[in-house]
């Protein structure tokens, strides 16, 4: 019983022991439970395309600012006007009329140095050939833990040997796994992978390959 301390025997009749009474409050202590309890996962924030398009301008917006602060402090040079040569005389002026041929050849100059330097930085960003293939890879594959899909495929004749490449370099770019069953009176393909790949080879499959005989491939079902 959980009066046992306070009794001095095991009746109610007899005394208790009052010294166990105080005016503190004994917390029991917490147990853990034995199962433990499953993580609430919490839902991710989409936002959509209103919304992430502002929180670009917002951003624009904030280094925009940023740089005006510190042209205004004196800390950064303003930079040059951008003069072309559809809008130099509303930009220069005066200056435009005293000597025109100056004036063109200094915005000729200007423009060729803007064309420059944006080539030099679309070079700078451009991948290599290797990072593309990675880059395209990264893309194709797929999480498979939650979502596996199964796609057979029938088809009446695999002797062309392009025929033959084209379903084992596909599925291998899209890491598609499976097997082919090649007889000659009927081959099979059964192939399993994510969803994005297993729609990609179907429509391969069905629309992409010109086969020699017009319904030589039947899809049967996928899961």
């Known amino acids: 019983m959980w009066d046992l301390e306070l009794l001095n025997g095991a009746q109610y009749d007899e005394s208790f022991d009052m010294q166990m009474i105080t005016s503190l409050i004994e917390h029991p202590?917490?147990?853990?439970?034995?199962?433990?309890?499953?993580?609430?996962?919490?839902?991710p924030l989409f936002l959509t395309a209103r919304e992430k398009k502002k929180i670009v301008r917002m951003r624009k917006k904030e280094k925009q600012d940023a740089i005006t602060d510190r042209i205004r402090l004196g800390l950064q040079q303003p930079p040059e006007p951008r003069v072309k040569l559809s809008n130099l005389m509303r930009v220069l002026g005066n200056s435009a009329i005293q000597d025109p041929s100056a004036v063109e050849k200094k915005v000729r100059a200007q423009v060729e140095k803007r064309k420059i330097k944006h080539t030099l930085h679309n070079a700078e960003r451009k991948l290599t050939?290797?990072?593309?293939?990675?880059?395209?890879?990264?893309?194709?594959?797929?999480?498979?833990?939650?979502?596996t899909q199964v796609a057979l495929f029938r088809v009446t004749d695999l002797s062309n040997r392009k025929h033959r490449f084209k379903i084992d370099v596909?599925?291998?770019?899209?890491?598609?796994?499976?097997?082919?069953?090649?007889?000659?009176?009927?081959?099979?393909?059964?192939?399993?992978?994510?969803?994005?790949?297993i729609r990609k080879y179907t429509r391969l499959m069905l629309h992409r390959i010109k086969w020699v005989v017009k319904k030589s491939i039947k899809f049967f079902w996928s899961t």
């Open 29 to 43: 202590v917490q147990i853990k439970p034995a199962v433990p309890q499953p993580e609430i996962a919490s839902m």
């Open 170 to 197: 596909n599925a291998q770019q899209y890491n598609l796994t499976g097997c082919c069953i090649i007889n000659p009176k009927c081959n099979l393909i059964l192939i399993e992978g994510g969803p994005t790949g």
């Open 129 to 147: 050939p290797q990072e593309r293939k990675l880059k395209k890879r990264a893309k194709l594959k797929e999480d498979t833990s939650n979502e």
